[in-house]
T-cell receptor
Framework: NAGVTQTPKFQVLKTGQSMTLQCAQD?????MSWYRQDPGMGLRLIHY???????DQGEVPNGYNVSRSTTEDFPLRLLSAAPSQTSVYFC????????????FGPGTRLTVT | SQKIEQNSEALNIQEGKTATLTCNYT??????LQWYRQDPGRGPVFLLL?????KEKRKERLKVTFDTTLKQSLFHITASQPADSATYLC??????????FGAGTRLTVKP
């Protein structure tokens, strides 16, 4: 099993550009989530999904969109990138919602200039 | 509002000593608490979960305690090794859909 995979590993965007961060898992997990990690602030939840076709907002959803058309994939879209979105983004999954143990991907380091 | 605090940003100890990391929380009554390890450039990795009715949990050289009265969890690494150097995160279960993570403590074990 590859676990949770994320692409790209690094990305530089100009303000106003849009892009999609990819996330996939091969563990047949129902629950998937996106976090951003900023220095001194810990991981903050952006969006999550409890199953295919179901998504909901986390703590910091503004400026991001998600969709979950399959169990395996959970892409995160930045609609119009802003410097405040410079961060490291992690995708995570767990067997089901509220099953505590989460498996994290390797992260995507995004810089918006 | 709910808050999680990990006592120090960085902790340096000598190899062989016991490292003790602290996670405090406020305005929370969690059913469990988790600890994760994060190495530079990598995603967090789950280590241990302790439930509110458990005072202590062990896994090899790791020990976690959970005091719901003090609203505190302690994470101990005994006989620490340089390979234990990493950032350790505590996490509390979702309330209002947010799984909350502390900012982490960066542990450095010197040989």
């Amino acid at each position: 099993n590859a676990g949770v995979t994320q692409t790209p590993k690094f990305q530089v965007l100009k303000t106003g550009q849009s892009m999609t961060l990819q996330c996939a898992q091969d563990m047949n997990h129902e629950y998937m989530s996106w976090y951003r990690q900023d220095p001194g602030m810990g991981l903050r939840l952006i969006h999550y999904s409890v199953g295919a076709g179901i998504t909901d907002q986390g703590e910091v959803p503004n400026g991001y969109n998600v969709s979950r058309s399959t169990t395996e994939d959970f892409p995160l879209r930045l609609l119009s990138a802003a410097p405040s979105q410079t961060s490291v983004y992690f995708c995570a999954s767990s067997r089901e919602y509220r099953v505590p143990e989460q498996y994290f991907g390797p992260g995507t380091r995004l810089t918006v200039t | 509002s709910q808050k999680i605090e990990q006592n120090s940003e960085a902790l340096n100890i000598q190899e062989g000593k016991t490292a003790t990391l602290t996670c405090n929380y406020t305005n929370y009554s969690p059913a469990y608490l988790q600890w994760y390890r994060q190495d530079p450039g990598r995603g967090p990795v789950f280590l241990l979960l302790i439930r509110e009715n458990e005072k202590e949990k062990r896994k090899e050289r790791l020990k976690v305690t959970f005091d719901t009265t003090l609203k505190q969890s302690l994470f101990h690494i005994t006989a620490s090794q340089p390979a234990d150097s990493a950032t350790y995160l505590c996490a509390l279960p979702p309330t209002n859909n947010d799984m909350r993570f502390g900012a982490g403590t960066r542990l450095t074990v010197k040989p």
